[in-house]
């Protein structure tokens, strides 16, 4: 009954307003707080765990395929970012500029970097003079600055964290080959660590990033049926490299522009866990980055041997591996209860009085609400085994919820049918321009990409009537 | 011959010119290139591995002592700055203020982070309501802007990469105490991991941070005589809490103000590596932080045989957790020789013909220039064994530097001729500012800190001839 009374008192179901469930999540589950600058966020410990465990597994898959980290300036001077056209006119809207340094006015007044494609292609023009210095693999983990008007924790700020990619190839294949290697990983990063199936596709050229020449993406759907772009890779061909006069001597002889790439994911990513996984009693975290997998709550713990009991089973599960924490404050079991719930621990530890007698404990799983009793003697083997089990649980749901909303359209009212019922719009396309904005301006909706599959399924593009040529998927996004 | 000349060509030479040689070697060795805005650099591969292998340690170590990370604004409303006076005072003259965010004008100018105490101390105001929300122990990884004049790579720039923990505590003694632990684990990194001895202890009332109550540091010594504050941790008292009115109900129901902490260590620390280990071929890297421990070369690679004998060096390095690169260019073996001194790899693994005929291995050590032969089947035991032994090897000759360049004076007369020797020189101290400014005005040395041990070896100031209170460390210093 307490326990209730806590869990109603928290927040907002999701079917009463999705929107309020998320901005008291954030709160509530400790991710984050507010600065007292709009879209400035703080990521607290709970995220910034998370987002170490993303990390990680990045750090791990990048520089196992040859890439180096490296740190670029905070700073752009205005007229550095202006050296590419379409790339200054995509992010002049959003810059914060600064124009004095201590206490003088500058010339040539900063931006706070909001990519660094401009100051990769400025270094990169200094240090490379040959093929023999191909290709050059650089990552950077940094924060950006966007002056965004609208912004949602994690979803759109003014200031995210993120890893952007940015790298020079030889010839224009291995350029491609890079685009599509890294959206690979984004991808494995999602059915492996995060529990989350993306769909992949390619963007339109209206959707395509400021000055690349082709822009692929990672798509979530959200249980609100909106799609959230996870992550971007970008084919520059050599546009770049020619504003900059990136030149390289090929096995030629002769001087050639180089064939570049960039690629991030955010910590926007936070944003898809929290929406995709979560439900009305708070986070439900896939146990990968979960920074705390298996919480040990000790029931009745003024009883003797309760608290011995409960630091045992800490210690074995901590030695086996598993990010474990034991909970003795003096907070009711019911309380722990729904805090642990609240934060999306993946495994709850009960051991009490009887437990001991009987010399088994209880688990009991965040994602589905299962109870298991288990010997003391096993616990360890089943936490451990548990892990994969209900990261496996939690990606299949979210799978089977994309399959169910998919849906292919023939005409502008199934269109808006499957919009209505939430999620991708699958339509066949002539592919031009105006179709897809006349889709916009009725539905609000937008291109997401277009699939690596593209099995026709029709022949003629819904909105011109045209010969269609292109599968297309279309969705509110955030 | 040839190798010679290379080399000669490469660098200045330290006795010719000590400033010139750190501008060649961290170019040369590609740690660093220059933005086109003066002080902001960009962190190579090279300089940036090292800083994770930083991080990782102190990661390790901060997190075992129950720290968590967080993450900041970038930027801090100018009216946020000025809650603290001599915090503000202090860093009015280094900001950097952005006054344009999406085209329009600021009303508040974004003052971008230069410290993050304030940001800190406005989430604390709304995180800590009870003794039992604390203590809170916060680091962040993160770059800070300080709008300086003068600037030299890693050592003092517009932008640098640092860690900043900040903590408040419910009691006094335990915020006294967690300023002097972060020290001692400062202090590991520099004996354990970095190979450099440092010189700790309380800086004085003119040499503390702006706003903490007191400073400590730990100070390196440069081969030109020079003091390098290599990391700080300050005890703040409740002067911030204050001003911030950051309140918890104590154990005994009334209000207080909690106690506070700020440390950090920063990319100037690579700067402390290229001086205190460096020569006159490039830098000395300390092995564990290396980002290659070991580089195989392979001699004469053209004969049958030598190449797949590398690799298969390298092969079994690599299993056996040592950082190792093989390289197999075209260039020269002298020219790769070179190139691996100038950039401080540790072990050079060299593999020839002959080498290969007599089952042996050739290992030189880049600290001393030896060279050892060993049996193939002992190279890796002799490699890992080869770790700890530079390391200790560094450690000790830069200890013995140390040892040699703290001079006892008792006159203003001896007091220079240390400083001319290179230094610190030790004195004893009455305590007033007065003769601290006066010495600084008449060698530009200043009061490096108080060393912890105060063993007294004198009566009197050698400026005012007053009764003296404290030992005191003089220095040059960057």
New interface residues.
Partial sequence: MENKQIKNQAITRQEDDFAQWYTDVVKKAELM?Y???KG??????YS??IW?EIQNYLNKRFKETGH????????I?TS?LQREKDHIEGFA???????????QQLDD??I?TPTSET?FC??YQ??IKSY?DLPKL?NQW??V?R???TTRPFLRG??F?WQEGHTMHETEEEARTETLKMLEIYDDLGRDVLAIPFMKGRKTEKEKFAGALETYSIEALMPDGKALQSGTTHYFGQGFAKAFDIQFQGRDGKLENPYQTSWGVSTRLLGAIIMVHGDDNGLVLPPYVAPVQAVVIPVAQQKPGVIPAARELEKLLREAGIRVKLDE?DKTPGWKFSEYEMKGVPIRVEIGPRDIENGVVTLAKRNTGEKISVKKEDMVETVKNLIPQIHKEMYEKAYKYLLEHVTEVKDLKELDKALEKGGYAKMMWCGDEACENKIKELTTATARCLPFNQMAFGDTCPVCGKKAKKVVLFAKAY
């Fill in positions: 707080d600065s007292s600058v400035f966020i703080i990521y607290r410990p910034y765990a170490e180096e980290n490296v740190y670029m300036p905070t700073v001077p550095l809207p959003e810059c914060l500029i600064a124009n004095i340094g201590g206490g007044p900063l706070i100051l400025e270094h200094k240090i023999r650089y940094r924060s600055v002056w965004e008007k003014a200031e964290l404050s």
